[in-house]
Every structure is written in structure tokens, then in C-alpha cells.
């Protein structure tokens, strides 16, 4: 058994650079796994540990000296600006977020959102340490670190879990379902872990050291390679040696392994390694909108540019190589989308993703991202796109129907064509410069003439500066355009899978040496695919085609509508059926599958080939296979004899059949295998049904656990707190810097000399802590505080216990100006250190002052206006209590100000006034809309006069309600006048009725005897004179009626009546005096009602002379009766001029006619106001709808039945 004292020796780690920092982040149930790992963790280690975990932001921690307990290592609570060393426990401060800043601990405030402080620590980490990063999220509810470990595993760090020891497993299950964990422990094994990696020797070194083993094991890192090629199909060589190495480093210091050779022995032994190895060399590193000023140069320049140039139904075509999951293309398609949505033209979209990894692209195909994932999606965006679903947002599929992704590889593969764009960030960085000269010239050759090609900002196009010209000066984008040269292909860049390839060195150089290789290789290379290798393409188990070889153009074509691969869609009209069946015999049977003699037709020719599908065994758990098109000769019916041909189409027919049976019984089989699967799927659901049981009793469990845990908590929280009781005597120090934080402060001693001072001290009087601390008060500055009064009474505070309170200083301060400070100041006793100290704070008010003065001169303003205004004015606040009457209030009332406080104001309304008034006033206020009420109020001399009574809601500068301001205005004179003239009216009305109806009577006696005499003339003029009479009585009874609702004189004789009657005799009436006019009516009149039978003929009366007056180039009017939800509905249309617009709303007010119409249509404006009035006493409505030239629409409602209390 070894001892401490066997282990190698190990040199501590001076390197701060190289410096392995580990992080753990912890919140509920998070201290046990601590202790336990700490307790394991020996002191040597050579690494800096950094403790995250959730603290309540107003307790001290007591952290520090509880693990401090644990383990030898120095254990400290981080304060600003920390330098991290290796073998020591670093422990955040309670109410503070921290980061890794050039190798420090940096503290910032915690916000007041969400807090996240472990993925933010984590996230810093990932950027600042790279692969020297190790995360580790032990127990905790929520999500906190998920995030923060995915940067860590994106950067090439490693990363590590709780398993389900775990009390609170919701942080660790987060992380390992996001599939960005590492290892999966119990805290001592973590531990344990973590020991092994330090003595692993590729932790002791830096990268540099590391590169120079690397090259002295570039053998076995060339096998690596080479079993990672016939895995994946990609040759790393094209890879920078940094990125592929320190990632394998990485899956080594896992597995524990400190040899390349040792890796490269395992690697054969255990295939589901090199499967983690390959996923770890894609450095699958992106999110939504990575770079914005990229962004918006794409969507404000480049994007409107290929609009603009597009044709009719000509797509635009978008390639984002190395997409990862597909948050780059996704983010593309809703910039294009926006863009399009301001544009008319709405031409066909295609993006295409492409990735070298597979579980990346179904990723991007499915279009689900966590919460965390979207972060950078603005809001709108997010809500237009995407849908908010339990495990995150899933992609709308509006948007998903514009993309396709496929596996692809950009070094090997051949590239897609005609591209509008391709964006591809970040991705070069990764590649040695042969790797990226030929991935350049692989985007010139498949963009379309002044197509665009977007890098990463770091990235460049190397020495292909005549294929590309730069554009992207005003955003700092790194954009360029394809400069028309010549196709950038280079001789030897052929797109055939590098497994075809020649791969022994000493056999490539020997070709190599023969002159003209390279062309004669290409030649080769060009004949086989042309004349002796069949057209084929590789496809999954999807039927996605993701390789094309040969030319295969006469067997597919680009499928209609939305951008897709799958083979059936782009397969031509007489191979779909055929092809299906054999590749799904292919697939069910694992061997090749043949189907010859298919007949098809291209461009009109027909054609017949034999189709043939061979099933790849390449990578694990994944299944491709190649779909082979050979064209066969078409058979020609030459012989003439009719024998022959029917024997021909006999064979044929027989062929057909055997075909159709073999398909039959391929149908068959797969129902069968089918409903084998739905029997499997259906026992597995009653299974898991068994088992979800089981989880729920095992919830209730753990629910009882949990609430005796927190009873645990509870017990240790109050001896924790009676611990900080003991602490509270050297917290009165910060204690008293916090309460007055928000002020500037200094701390002087007995004998007024500076001990210390806060920013806000420094910051309000331009000065530092050299100029300030251990100077005597009186000697700062310009000697502004030798104020006597002042110094006195400072002197007093210690010794008489005494405090100053806002004691003001006026001065010309040096380096801020003149200012008016405000001092106070309070004794801190400190019993520990046996010493008295003075807190003075200093406030700023010069501001505050200065608004008092503008305050007050605006009140005086406003005073002087109000009391100077002819009128009475008064300011109510928002209880309703009126706090102002101007001077000519009280001249009016004679009342005093104390007369008038609170609400006694109102004993001058007159008594009946009082109700109506208070209703109007607190209905307006609960409203908050304006008002206006007449009422009686009595005047100095205690005669009441009537006043308008005018309101408006006040509002401050940030449109909260402050009250109301009114105006009263005294109005008895006009009253009177008022009254007067609707007296003259009611008794000339009178007057005017009593000869008007003996005229009426004398023409009808003339009328009688002249019809006796025969004379016509004379009767048509007695006629006319009579129609005039009769208008005349019209008008002077609207006068009446007029005068009786302003008097408040009408009231209504309510009858029940068949509502029937009284439509006929008013219709009869009318079309009588108008014979000329086509008057038809609908709907059902046949309805009994209560109501005031000559009132509603007079309603109806009016609407129908309204319909012949206004409607003379038309003699069609419509009239519709109905009733439903017990009410009466009429309705009266003609097709006359119409009423405007902004005239409807006032076509019911007293004496309201339209201008333009008073000319052409006599009459006092008064009739619909009195139409308006009865409806509304008969508890209806009435409403009119209009356009202009095309004629008007009234209605009216009335209730059938009259309620008791009517």
C-alpha cells in the first residue's frame, strides 16, 4: 500500500497562466457534498479551487471557517481583485457575483435579476482558463451552471457532476440532459478524480510544453488520426495541432491515460471512445446572432442587395457550413424573413446547414433550444418564430420549411451551387492554412457571381484576394464579395471522399514523382466517375441524399417548393415506386437490392435503367447506403411479325407481375413487422406506466424526507445565527458605512483627523485618499470647512454624546465650484477597540435647493395668474377635498379662507343643487374624465345665482392622477335671458296656432266648395296653401316641444297598443302626401307594445319626411320593423344625399343642420332632437348610419314592455 510519502514527487505550478482552476457550483444540499469532497481532496494537488454557491445576500458566510475544517488547503472568503495560487480554496462573498478576470478574482454587486452566479463564474472561467478549466455542479435546485459547463466543455475543459447522491438533483440532471457532462461521481470520487489528473503529467504542463511531447509522439498521433478517419470519414490533418491536441489531452486526462500511445491502443479497444474522441474534435461552438455587427450589415446591406437583384421565382440560395446545431441558420432565415416581409417581391428561400456532426444536424432538424440557448434572440423575434414549449422553444415552421440540414464535409465533399451566401464564422480558425486555402476556394467556386462570403471576425481569406473583395469597412464585418476571376477550383481539388484517396505516403510520393502527375491524376480520376463508375448517391436511413457522384441528372431533379434531399422527392416520374421498394428492401433485409428494366421518360425520351441499392457499414449505429443508377439500352420492337411482339409484351407483362407480387409480399411483411413493433411499444408504455407509479410513491417519500431535512436546517440556522450575535460588535464598522452608502462619508477621530473616506466622498469632491486620509479636517482642501459653528460642534460629539443635523455650508469648493453642502454626523462607539469615532455624511443639495427656488417662484406665478383671472377658480387634490379658491371665489361667495375648509364650501350650493352636484363631481373623479354641471350658489349678498361648474383631471410628469382643476362661471343672466326667450317662443307658439288653425279651416271650406265648382287651378292652389299651413304647424309644434324638454314639461302617456296600427295609419299618411314616393316595408309590425302611441308616431313621422326631404333624385325608401331580446327595432333608409362623416356624431343636437345643406332643405334643426328625446324617455336608442352620395340609414330601439318603476 502506498503512503503520502511514495507518491512522485511534484513541482508546484508557478505558471499562472497554465494554472488548472476548478470550480464547483453548489446551492441547496450543496455544503455536505463540499465537506465530502473536500475531506478527500489532498493539499498538493497543484490547483486553485474556487467554491460558487447560493447565499443569501444580507447574512455573513460562515463558509470559510466551516470548511476550513475539512481540508489543509488555505480556505479564504475572495475580496476584490484576488490573485488565484494554486492548493488554495477561494470562497465567494455573500450578495456579490464574481468573475476571473487576467488570473484575479473580480466581485461586482449582484444584480436584481435573475441571479445566476455559478454559470456566470463559469462562463468567465471557460473564456480566461480554456482547457485548464475544470467545472463541477454538485447538488442544487434549478438550472444554475448548466450554461456555464457548456462553456467550460466548449473550450476544452473538462466536466463533472453530482451523481444521485445528490439531495437536490435538479442542477446536475439539467446539465447532464443539455449533454454537456463529462463525468458523472459521488463527491468523494470527484475528488479522487481530480487527485488523478493532477499526477497525470499532461496537467503539469503548459500547451507549448505539451505541443513539444506532441511532436515527439506524432506516430501514434497520426494513427489516432488515421482510426479517427475510418470511423468518421474526416481527415484531422487539416486541423490546427492545437485545438485537436488539447482536446485530446482532454478525453486522456478522463480515462486517466499518459501516453499517446496508451490513447491510441485504447482507441482500438474501445470504439464507443472514439465516438466521444470525434464528437470533442467538432468544436460545435455557436449561438443565435453571434456577432451583431455582422448581423446588422447582413440585414440592413447585403440581404435588401440580393432582394433587389432577384428575378421572378429565382430562389435565393444561403450555405452556412460548420452550422452546429443550427442557430446560425436559423438566425439568417428570420433576418431574411424580416427583410422580406418590407419587400413586394417574395421569392423562394433555401438555407442550407451543413455540419460534420450527426447529432448536431438532427438537433437543427428537430429546432428545440433551451431557455439558455435563446437568450441572445431579441423578444419579438423569439415570439414571431418560435414556440414556448416545457423544455425550451421549438422552431415555428414557417421558418423550419426554409432550411435543410445534411452532414457534410467542406474540405471533401462537393460544395452546394449558385449561392446568394455563405456565412461561415469561426470555423477557418480552426484549419492550417492548406486547409483553409482550399475551403476558400471551394466557397468562390460555389457562389454565384458577386455572391457574399461572411468570416468570423478573426478570420481572413488568406491569399485569395483576387477571388473576393472586401466590403465590410462601415460595420466591421468581416464580408466580402466574389470578385468575377475565373472559377477558383484548383487543378488537383476534386470533391470524392477521401477513403477513395491514396493514403500511403511512399506510394504517393512515387506518383508524384512521375511528371505530369497531378493532371494525370485528375484525368483518371475525371474518366472513372464519367465512363466507368455508375451515377450514385449516398443516402441515411432517412432517405436524405448526402452525397452526389457522377451525374446523376437523369434520374433526379431539384424538388418543387421548399429545398429538400429526400431521394423519392427528387427522384423522376417512373422510378419513385420502384426506388422506395428497393431501398426499403435494403434496409429490412441488410443486403443490396435490385430493381432492373425501369422505365422513365426525360425531357420526352424514354429511358431504362436498373437501380441497385448496397447497404454501408461505415459508423456505428448508423446507417447509409449507396443508390446506384445504371442506364440500360431502351428495347426496340424492330421485327414486324406480331408473334414476336406479343411475345415481347407477354414477357413484360409476366416481369411486371412478378414485380408487383414481390412488392405485395414486401407490404405484407412490413405490416407485420409493424404491428410486431406496436405490440413491443404497447407492453414498454404499460411498463413504464408500472414504473412512473413506482417514481410518484418514491416523491411522496422524498417529499416527508425533505420536510425533515428542512427541519435539520432549521436547527443548524439558529445556532448559526446565535454564532453571528457574537460577530455583530465588528460588523458596526461596515455596518455604519452601509447605512449611509448613498452619501459621501468620511470617519474622523477624536481629534478630527481623516481615518477614512468613501468613493462617493471622492467621487463629489474631485479629490483621493492621498489628499484626505490622516489630515486634519480643518486643513482639506481650500479650507472650506473652518467654519466655527462648525468645528464647535463637532468637538461636542464625542464628549457630550451629541449629533449634528443638517447643518448647511455654502462655498466655492476647489475643483467643483459653489455648492451647498449638508452635513450630519453621529457617534460609533467600538468597545473591542476601545476607541470613538465620528461618521460625518455630506450631501449634495445645491440641486434640491435650486428646485425649491424655481417651486416657489412657480407658485407665486400661478397664484398671481389664478387670483388676477375674471373668473373663479379652484384645485382639487386626488381624495376629491378641494385645496384652492382664487381671489375671485371669495369676492363672489364672501367667504374667508377658514370659512372654506375642507368641503363647507358647498353650504352655499343650493340645497336641492347639493345631490345632483356630488353625484356629477364623484363620478367624474372615480372616471377621472372632465365635467360640467350647472348649479345654484349663493352670492356675497346671499342671492343665489346659477354658475357653471367646469372640471379637468390633472396628471404629474410621470401620468399619475394628481386631482382636478375647474372653473366656475356665473351664468344667471344668460339663464335668464334663456328663460325669457323660451317663454316668447311657448306663447307666440300659442299666438301663432290659434288663426293658423282658422286659416286651415277656412281653405278646407274653400277647398269643399270649389271641388263642387269644378275649378282645378284654384283648388291646386288651395292645396299648396294648405300643404304650407300644415308645415308651418309642424314647425311651430317642434317650437313646443322643443320648449316643454328644455322646461322639462313633456311627459309620456303610455298605452298598450299593437304597434301594427299605428305603422299603417303613419305610412298611409305619408305616402298620401307623397304620392310620388316608392315606400315598401318589411319584417313583422304585427308586435304589441308599451309605449306613447303619438310620441313614436311623431319618430316615425319625422324619420320618414326626413327620407322624402333629403332623398329628391331618388324615390325609393326602405323600411324595416323586427323585434328580438324584448325590443322594438325600425328602421328608415333612403338613397339620398347621405350625412358626412364628422357631422353623425351632432345630427340629434338642438338646432344642429348641416351648413352645406341649409340652402336647399328648410327647416329649425330640431326634429331629430326631439325624435332623440322620446326614444330616450322610452328607456330606447337611436342611431343613424350614412355615407356620403349614397343615402342614410336610421334606427331607433324601444323596449316592448315598460318596467314597474317607469
Known amino acids: 500500500?502506498?503512503?503520502?510519502?511514495?507518491?512522485?514527487?511534484?513541482?508546484?505550478?508557478?505558471?499562472?497562466?497554465?494554472?488548472?482552476?476548478?470550480?464547483?457550483?453548489?446551492?441547496?444540499?450543496?455544503?455536505?457534498?463540499?465537506?465530502?469532497?473536500?475531506?478527500?481532496?489532498?493539499?498538493?494537488?497543484?490547483?486553485?479551487?474556487?467554491?460558487i454557491q447560493h447565499l443569501a445576500p444580507t447574512h455573513e458566510s460562515m463558509l470559510s471557517s466551516i470548511l476550513g475544517k475539512h481540508?489543509?488547503?488555505?480556505?479564504?472568503?475572495?475580496?476584490?481583485?484576488?490573485?488565484?495560487?494554486?492548493?488554495?480554496?477561494?470562497?465567494?462573498?455573500?450578495?456579490?457575483?464574481?468573475?476571473?478576470?487576467?488570473g484575479h478574482l473580480t466581485l461586482a454587486p449582484r444584480t436584481a435579476k435573475l441571479n445566476m452566479p455559478i454559470d456566470k463564474f463559469f462562463i468567465s472561467l471557460a473564456e480566461v482558463k480554456g482547457s485548464d478549466a475544470?467545472?463541477?455542479?454538485?447538488?442544487?435546485?434549478?438550472?444554475?451552471?448548466?450554461?456555464?459547463?457548456?462553456?467550460?466543455?466548449?473550450?476544452?475543459?473538462?466536466?463533472?457532476?453530482?451523481?444521485?447522491?445528490?439531495?437536490?438533483?435538479?442542477?446536475?440532471?439539467?446539465?447532464?440532459?443539455?449533454?454537456?457532462?463529462?463525468?458523472?461521481?459521488?463527491?468523494?470520487?470527484?475528488?479522487?478524480?481530480?487527485?488523478?489528473?493532477?499526477?497525470?503529467?499532461f496537467a503539469r504542463k503548459s500547451l507549448d510544453d505539451a505541443g513539444e511531447e506532441k511532436d515527439n509522439n506524432d506516430e501514434e498521433v497520426q494513427h489516432i488520426f488515421k482510426q479517427l478517419k475510418e470511423y468518421a470519414g474526416v481527415n484531422f490533418n487539416f486541423y490546427k495541432e492545437t485545438s485537436v491536441y488539447r482536446r485530446m489531452i482532454r478525453r486522456m486526462l478522463i480515462i486517466n491515460?499518459?501516453?499517446?500511445?496508451?490513447?491510441?491502443?485504447?482507441?482500438?479497444?474501445?470504439?464507443?471512445?472514439?465516438?466521444?474522441?470525434?464528437?470533442?474534435?467538432?468544436?460545435?461552438?455557436?449561438?443565435?446572432?453571434?456577432?451583431?455587427?455582422?448581423?446588422?450589415?447582413?440585414?440592413?446591406?447585403?440581404?435588401?442587395?440580393?432582394?433587389?437583384?432577384?428575378?421572378?421565382?429565382?430562389?435565393?440560395?444561403?450555405?452556412?457550413p460548420a452550422c452546429a446545431a443550427g442557430q446560425e441558420v436559423y438566425s439568417l432565415a428570420m433576418l431574411l424573413l424580416e427583410t422580406t416581409n418590407t419587400h413586394k417581391q417574395k421569392p423562394v428561400i433555401q438555407i442550407f446547414g451543413s455540419d460534420l456532426s450527426e447529432n448536431c444536424i438532427k438537433k437543427a432538424r428537430i429546432g428545440v433550444y433551451s431557455k439558455n440557448e435563446v437568450d441572445n434572440i431579441p423578444p419579438p423575434l423569439l415570439t414571431r418564430y418560435f414556440d414556448a414549449i416545457d423544455v425550451g422553444y421549438r422552431v415555428k415552421k414557417t421558418i423550419k420549411e426554409l432550411c435543410l440540414f445534411t452532414r457534410h464535409n467542406v474540405l471533401t465533399d462537393p460544395p452546394f451551387s449558385r449561392l446568394d451566401l455563405i456565412s461561415c464564422c469561426n470555423f477557418l480558425i480552426y484549419l492550417k492554412a492548406e486547409g483553409q486555402h482550399k475551403v476558400i476556394h471551394t466557397f468562390h467556386y460555389a457562389l454565384q457571381n458577386d455572391g457574399y462570403l461572411v468570416l468570423g471576425k478573426s478570420e481572413t481569406i488568406g491569399n485569395a484576394t483576387k477571388y473576393f473583395k472586401y466590403v465590410g469597412n462601415e460595420f466591421k464585418a468581416n464580408i466580402y464579395i466574389k470578385e468575377f476571376y475565373k472559377r477558383a477550383l484548383l487543378l488537383n481539388q476534386t470533391f470524392l471522399n477521401d477513403n477513395l484517396r491514396v493514403q500511403d505516403s511512399e506510394e504517393k510520393q512515387k506518383i508524384n514523382s512521375i511528371p505530369g502527375a497531378a493532371p494525370l491524376n485528375l484525368a483518371v480520376d475525371h474518366l472513372l466517375l464519367t465512363q466507368f463508375i455508375p451515377s450514385n448517391v449516398v443516402i441515411n436511413k432517412e432517405m436524405e441524399i448526402l452525397q452526389f457522384r457522377g451525374?446523376?441528372?437523369?434520374?433526379?431533379?431539384?424538388?418543387?417548393?421548399?429545398?429538400?434531399?429526400?431521394?423519392?422527392?427528387?427522384?423522376?416520374?417512373?422510378l419513385k415506386v420502384e426506388?422506395?421498394?428497393?431501398?426499403?428492401?435494403?434496409?429490412?433485409?441488410?443486403?443490396?437490392?435490385?430493381?432492373?428494366?425501369?422505365?422513365?421518360?426525360?425531357?420526352?425520351?424514354?429511358?431504362?435503367?436498373?437501380?441497385?441499392?448496397?447497404?454501408?457499414?461505415?459508423?456505428?449505429?448508423?446507417?447509409?447506403?449507396?443508390?446506384?443508377?445504371?442506364?440500360?439500352?431502351?428495347?426496340?420492337?424492330?421485327?414486324?411479325?406480331?408473334?414476336?411482339?406479343?411475345?415481347?409484351?407477354?414477357?413484360?407483362?409476366?416481369?411486371e407481375l412478378l414485380v408487383i407480387k414481390e412488392d405485395m409480399t414486401t407490404i405484407i411483411e412490413e405490416r407485420e413487422g409493424a404491428i410486431e413493433e406496436l405490440q413491443t411499444a404497447n407492453e414498454e408504455i404499460i411498463s413504464t406506466n408500472e414504473e412512473l407509479q413506482t417514481i410518484n410513491e418514491e416523491l411522496h417519500t422524498s417529499k416527508e424526507e425533505m420536510e425533515s431535512t428542512n427541519e435539520e436546517l432549521a436547527t443548524i440556522n439558529d445556532q448559526l445565527m446565535l454564532r453571528n450575535e457574537q460577530l455583530n460588535e465588528l460588523q458596526n464598522y461596515t455596518d455604519g458605512i452601509v447605512a449611509t452608502i448613498a452619501e459621501a462619508m468620511i470617519v474622523l477621530d477624536k481629534n478630527l483627523v481623516v481615518r477614512s473616506a468613501n468613493q462617493s466622498f471622492y467621487a463629489l469632491f474631485k479629490t483621493s485618499p492621498e489628499e484626505t486620509e490622516g489630515f486634519y479636517l480643518f486643513d482639506l482642501g481650500n479650507g472650506q470647512w473652518k467654519i466655527p459653528r462648525l468645528k464647535e460642534l463637532l468637538l461636542q460629539v464625542i464628549p457630550q454624546r451629541n449629533e449634528i443635523y443638517n447643518f448647511k455650508v455654502t462655498h466655492e469648493f476647489p475643483r467643483i465650484g459653489n455648492k451647498i453642502m449638508m452635513l450630519n454626523a453621529k457617534l460609533l462607539s467600538q468597545k473591542i477597540h476601545s476607541q470613538e469615532l465620528i461618521f460625518l455624511a455630506i450631501q449634495d443639495i445645491t440641486a434640491h435647493v435650486e428646485a425649491e427656488k424655481i417651486i416657489r417662484e412657480r407658485e407665486e406665478w400661478f397664484n398671481n395668474m389664478a387670483n388676477n383671472a375674471p373668473v373663479m377658480i379652484w384645485v382639487a387634490g386626488k381624495d376629491k377635498t378641494i385645496t384652492f379658491f382664487n381671489n375671485t371665489w371669495y369676492a363672489f361667495t364672501g367667504n374667508t379662507a377658514s370659512?372654506?375648509?375642507?368641503?363647507?364650501?358647498?353650504?352655499?350650493?343650493?340645497?336641492?343643487?347639493v345631490e345632483r352636484y356630488l353625484t356629477a363631481y364623484n363620478e367624474s373623479f372615480d372616471s377621472q374624465q372632465p365635467f360640467t354641471i350647472e348649479y345654484r350658489l349663493k352670492r356675497y349678498d346671499s342671492v343665489y345665482r346659477w354658475v357653471l361648474n367646469q372640471g379637468k383631471p390633472t396628471y404629474d410628469g410621470s401620468s399619475n392622477f394628481t386631482g382636478y382643476i375647474g372653473t366656475c362661471t356665473d351664468i344667471d343672466d344668460q339663464k335668464k335671458i334663456a328663460e325669457k326667450k323660451d317663454e316668447f317662443i311657448t306663447i307666440a307658439s300659442h299666438e301663432l296656432k290659434t288663426p293658423l288653425t282658422t286659416a286651415k279651416a277656412y281653405v278646407q271650406l274653400l277647398e269643399d266648395l270649389l271641388k263642387e265648382n269644378g275649378n282645378e287651378?284654384?283648388?291646386?292652389?288651395?292645396?299648396?296653401?294648405?300643404?304650407?299651413?300644415?308645415?308651418?304647424?309642424?314647425?311651430?309644434?317642434?317650437?313646443?316641444?322643443?320648449?316643454?324638454l328644455q322646461n322639462g314639461k313633456m311627459t309620456l302617456n303610455i298605452t298598450e297598443f299593437n304597434f301594427e296600427d299605428l305603422f299603417i295609419e303613419t305610412i298611409d299618411f305619408i305616402r298620401a302626401s307623397h304620392p310620388k314616393y316608392n315606400i315598401t316595408a318589411t319584417g313583422n309590425a304585427g308586435t304589441t307594445i308599451h309605449a306613447d302611441y303619438e310620441r313614436l308616431q311623431q319618430v316615425i313621422t319625422n324619420l320618414l319626411t326626413n327620407a322624402v326631404k333629403y332623398s329628391q333624385s331618388s324615390e325609393k325608401i326602405e323600411i324595416h320593423v323586427g323585434d328580438s331580446n324584448d325590443e322594438l327595432l325600425f328602421s328608415v333608409r333612403d338613397h339620398g344625399v347621405g350625412i358626412h362623416p364628422n357631422n353623425q356624431k351632432n345630427i340629434f343636437e338642438k338646432y344642429y343642420r348641416e351648413a352645406e345643406k341649409t340652402t336647399h332643405y328648410p327647416g329649425l334643426g330640431v326634429g331629430l332632437f326631439i325624435a332623440a328625446e322620446i326614444i330616450e324617455r322610452h328607456h330606447g336608442r337611436i342611431w343613424v348610419e350614412s355615407m356620403v352620395g349614397e343615402g342614410s340609414t336610421f334606427y331607433f330601439t324601444i323596449p316592448l314592455k315598460r318596467s314597474s318603476g317607469d
Open 551 to 574: 451525374s446523376t441528372s437523369l434520374y433526379l431533379e431539384p424538388a418543387q417548393g421548399a429545398a429538400s434531399f429526400n431521394l423519392l422527392k427528387m427522384a423522376r416520374t417512373g
Open 1 to 51: 500500500m502506498n503512503t503520502p510519502n511514495d507518491q512522485p514527487e511534484k513541482q508546484p505550478i508557478t505558471n499562472h497562466a497554465a494554472l488548472p482552476v476548478v470550480a464547483l457550483g453548489a446551492s441547496a444540499g450543496g455544503l455536505d457534498a463540499i465537506v465530502q469532497l473536500l475531506s478527500v481532496l489532498t493539499a498538493d494537488t497543484g490547483m486553485a479551487y474556487v467554491i
Open 134 to 201: 475544470i467545472g463541477i455542479v454538485l447538488s442544487g435546485a434549478a438550472t444554475d451552471g448548466t450554461a456555464g459547463l457548456k462553456a467550460i466543455r466548449e473550450a476544452g475543459g473538462l466536466t463533472i457532476v453530482q451523481d444521485d447522491s445528490a439531495k437536490f438533483q435538479s442542477m446536475p440532471k439539467s446539465a447532464i440532459a443539455e449533454g454537456v457532462v463529462d463525468l458523472v461521481l459521488r463527491p468523494e470520487d470527484i475528488a479522487k478524480e481530480l487527485i488523478k489528473i493532477s499526477r497525470n503529467p
Open 899 to 913: 370659512e372654506n375648509v375642507e368641503n363647507d364650501w358647498m353650504k352655499a350650493i343650493q340645497k336641492e343643487d
Open 71 to 102: 481540508t489543509k488547503m488555505t480556505v479564504q472568503e475572495v475580496t476584490d481583485r484576488v490573485l488565484v495560487e494554486p492548493n488554495v480554496v477561494y470562497i465567494i462573498p455573500p450578495g456579490k457575483d464574481m468573475e476571473i478576470i487576467d
Open 579 to 655: 426506388l422506395r421498394n428497393a431501398v426499403f428492401k435494403s434496409m429490412r433485409s441488410g443486403q443490396a437490392a435490385k430493381k432492373e428494366g425501369l422505365e422513365f421518360k426525360f425531357q420526352d425520351v424514354s429511358y431504362k435503367c436498373d437501380i441497385e441499392v448496397v447497404p454501408l457499414h461505415i459508423v456505428p449505429d448508423e446507417k447509409y447506403y449507396l443508390v446506384l443508377f445504371k442506364n440500360t439500352p431502351a428495347s426496340a420492337l424492330s421485327e414486324p411479325a406480331t408473334n414476336k411482339r406479343k411475345s415481347g409484351r407477354e414477357k413484360e407483362l409476366e416481369k
Open 1017 to 1044: 287651378e284654384i283648388i291646386t292652389f288651395l292645396h299648396k296653401t294648405k300643404v304650407s299651413i300644415e308645415k308651418l304647424n309642424q314647425l311651430i309644434g317642434q317650437l313646443l316641444d322643443t320648449t316643454k
Open 257 to 320: 491515460l499518459q501516453s499517446f500511445k496508451d490513447y491510441n491502443n485504447y482507441l482500438k479497444e474501445h470504439r464507443e471512445e472514439l465516438n466521444l474522441l470525434y464528437d470533442d474534435l467538432l468544436i460545435n461552438v455557436t449561438r443565435f446572432f453571434r456577432e451583431p455587427e455582422t448581423n446588422e450589415y447582413v440585414s440592413s446591406t447585403l440581404l435588401p442587395h440580393i432582394l433587389k437583384n432577384k428575378k421572378n421565382n429565382e430562389p435565393i440560395r444561403i450555405w452556412v
